[in-house]
């Protein structure tokens, strides 16, 4: 039987311990509260009030649970208090030292059989148990922020902790309703592991000038459904605390680069610039502590997309550098489209429903029908869910003239070719392009791997041509990569952004690299969990449970692997590697082993889960 915590204490009321405060006083449990000072013994008591108060106010808390749950709390200086508590979780900064301090306290303060916990995120739970004359009693709970709402816990075992203790923390985690994945003590634990390596890569993107901060964060909650964007995202973890995660995880996990912090993050801690808590970090806020972001130096002026008096495009002029040019977008009404796969079709149907004249050219015939009947069967299913009227439907397949010959983009404004993902082919392609179209006209690809300045040096207007990565399906998803070349002109930049604004799609620029914005910084991520898989460090349920649970994404890796197809993975992160040369990146022997043997995920019936009979 796990045994019956009646009274836990918390030390550390900053806003991460006055959350854990709160969890354990919602159910039932007494609680002493302890911080260092009155001073901070009050601010802790204002950050539970107002999070309660909040609560009340939402619907979600009824007062009178309110006023239970605050006399639950006994709010006191000094751990001395501690004496009879069944279990301490200390919530102070991520400092070892400071820890160490409080744990060899606490083992003289304590009752011989209370269990002492550190909800450090990144620290070494063993260095920490080994200032007390009690390791096996030590243990990692690892709550997120904010804990109340949160649902992960990660219970972190050292090689000493009891077996028991483990037994009755997992015991204790069900009781408040949070779901816990027990691990081993090693840096970063599941979610921090994954997710610090993903902002390390974000921040360094960033500070090589590849892409705003706007279109960054955008490209990764559009693209890949993430409730929050990577910059955004450590303003809110506050850089300080982003910089000492993924310093001690460089330095306990093996020296991996991609942990090594990107010298901007130090910078920016240097210069106070530390997040949301002091008002401006990667963005500006409107006071210290403050959710809402303002207008900076940085921030894109309003008319920058606009059709009208022009766009504001970035040239790349030379390694980390670039220049700002206004430019004026063409106009665009015909728009031809290459190619009769799934994205072909999606893109057609795109650009006829915003208005487009569209011209469908396919390799034969009998490709183009195919195409023809998906675009008809498409629009039919909006209009039976009630997105498209009838009308405006068949306006939209009135826009479309089906063909099987590159010469009927002669009078096209913009070409976006979505052919088969091999360069010969596009190259090809777009030779013949060159030679069809007229001057001026836009040449677009919508490869998601491909260097696009090698689909560009196949004609004689390189200037002309860019990326537009779409992302499937077509219809639904709302951010488009454009890709300029080191040749693409800021007036090809320009159009390409007015079309995607016109198309009611969000364009993010970045430059030709390879996985542009999303690709290199999702595929890393997926990369890592699949290594942490490998190691035997967690299952792929935990894993799946902390990022989902924790990190509030949509899907876990592995899920997400499964779905994409381990094949379509390892591709993309062989070119990653291969582009950038980071050790990091090279692909997992797991994911080119699961490849090799026909594992490619819910396509084939089975990748790192088995779904033939799901």
Not at 64 to 77: G, K, Y
Not at 78 to 92: K, M, P, Y
Not at 291 to 314: C, F, K, N, Q, S
Not at 368 to 386: F, P
Request: with cysteine; proline share 4%; hydrophobic share 45%.
């Amino acid at each position: 039987m796990a045994r019956e915590f009646t009274s836990v204490g918390v030390v550390g009321l900053g806003t991460m311990g006055a959350g854990i405060v709160e969890v354990f006083a919602r159910n039932g449990i007494d609680v002493v509260a302890v911080e260092i000072s009155d001073a901070a013994l009050e601010r802790g008591r204002a950050t539970l009030k107002g999070s309660t108060d909040r609560a009340v106010a939402k619907g979600k808390l009824a007062e009178a649970d309110r006023d239970a749950l605050h006399a639950r709390v006994d709010f006191q200086v000094g751990l001395d208090a501690l004496r009879s508590v069944d279990l301490v979780i200390e919530a102070v900064p991520e400092h070892l030292d400071l820890k160490q301090r409080i744990f060899a306290e606490l083992d003289r303060v304590c009752k011989p059989e209370a269990i002492l916990a550190t909800n450090t995120s990144s620290l070494s739970v063993t260095e920490i148990s080994v200032a007390t004359a009690r390791p096996n009693q030590v243990i990692g709970i690892h709550f997120f922020n904010p804990a109340p709402v949160m649902k992960l816990v990660e219970v972190v075992r050292t090689v000493v902790t009891s077996a028991d203790v483990v037994a009755d923390v997992e015991a204790l985690c069900a009781r408040l309703g949070k779901v816990d994945v027990t691990i081993s003590d090693r840096a970063g634990f599941i979610a921090n592991a994954l997710l610090f390596g993903y902002l390390n890569h974000a921040v360094g993107m960033f500070e090589a000038k590849y892409a705003s901060r706007e279109d960054i964060d955008a490209a990764m909650k559009l693209g890949c459904g993430l409730p929050m964007g990577p910059l955004a995202l450590m303003d809110l973890i506050g850089l300080d605390t982003a910089y000492e995660i993924l310093d001690t995880m460089y330095r306990r996990g093996g020296r991996d680069r991609r942990h090594a912090p990107a010298p901007l993050i130090k910078q920016m801690v240097t210069a106070g610039l530390l997040g949301r808590k002091s008002g401006r970090g990667f963005y500006t806020y409107e006071r210290p502590g403050s959710p809402r972001v303002v207008p900076d130096e940085w921030t894109p002026a309003a008319a920058e997309p606009a059709l009208a008096d022009g766009a504001r495009a970035i040239t790349q002029v030379g390694a980390g550098h670039a220049r700002s040019e206004l430019a004026s977008p063409a106009v665009v009404a015909k728009v031809g489209v290459a190619g009769s796969g799934t994205m072909a079709t999606g893109i057609i149907e795109v650009f006829a429903k915003a208005g487009y004249e569209v011209i469908s050219v396919t390799r034969g015939a009998e490709k183009s029908a195919k195409v023809c009947e998906a675009v008809k069967t498409s629009l039919n299913k909006g209009v039976v869910r009630g997105k498209l009227s009838e009308a405006d439907r068949d306006a939209a397949l009135g826009r479309i003239t089906w063909s099987a010959t590159l010469e009927h983009l002669a009078d096209v404004d913009l070409v976006v070719e979505a052919v088969i993902e091999e360069l010969s082919v596009k190259k090809a392609l777009f030779a013949s392009l060159d030679e069809i179209c007229k001057p001026g006209v836009v040449l677009a690809t919508t490869t998601s791997s491909l260097p696009v300045i090698d689909v560009a040096m196949a004609t004689q207007r390189p200037a002309d041509v860019i990326g537009l990565h779409f992302f499937n399906p077509a219809p639904v998803m709302p951010l488009v990569e454009v890709v300029r070349t080191i040749r693409t002109s800021a007036e090809t930049t320009a159009t390409a952004r007015a079309v995607c604004a016109s198309l009611g799609k969000t364009g993010v620029v970045c430059g030709d690299r390879s996985g542009f914005i999303v690709n290199a910084l999702l595929f890393p991520y997926l990369n890592d969990a699949v290594k942490m898989l490998e190691a035997s460090y967690s299952t792929a349920d935990d894993i799946d449970h902390a990022m989902k649970l924790g990190c509030g994404y949509p899907m876990g890796p592995f899920e997400l692997l499964d779905v994409v197809g381990l094949d379509v993975s390892l591709a993309i992160q062989r070119e990653l590697y291969l582009e950038l040369r980071e050790p990091g990146f090279a692909p997992a022997p797991l994911l080119e082993h699961l490849v090799t043997a026909g594992y490619l995920g819910r396509k084939s019936g089975r990748g790192f889960r088995d779904h033939t009979n799901r």
